[in-house]
Nanobody, 127 residues
């Protein structure tokens, strides 16, 4: 069983930066895709950034392109999300996720494609 534990959330002012971490532990098969998702109260969870672990190809939601990155210094046990130029609309609970599915037919930013989730870390951006 794979466990995902997020950290690095907090409160920042608009324009600031945060770096989220997702510690991966346990067994349970190769994780072909990993990603970051976020959710605000009353809204559906949405994809922020995902990565194919075998190729390091990344995908980003339009709302975060140019501001958020999954940096190349990920290890197989830690996934990061570097968030720069944060905006109040980035305020949300951020979740790390993984899937052992080797091929995603739908959107790689869809939460439905991922079966393992962490508990989340809160990010609050004030104006």
């Amino acid at each position: 069983q794979v466990q995902l534990v997020e950290s690095g959330g907090g409160s920042v002012q608009a324009g600031g930066s945060l770096r989220l971490s997702c510690l991966v532990s346990g067994n349970g098969g190769r994780r072909y895709f990993m990603g970051w998702f976020r959710q605000t109260p009353g809204n559906e969870r949405e994809g922020v950034a995902t990565i194919a672990t075998s190729t390091s190809q990344t995908w980003y939601a339009d709302s975060v392109k140019g501001r958020f990155t999954i940096p190349p210094d990920n290890t197989k046990n830690v996934l990061y999300l570097q968030m720069n130029n944060l905006k109040p609309e980035d305020t949300a609970m951020y979740y790390c996720a993984a899937t052992t599915t080797s091929f995603i037919m739908g959107s790689v930013l869809s939460p439905r494609e991922f079966e393992t989730w962490g508990q989340g870390t809160q990010v609050t951006v004030s104006s």
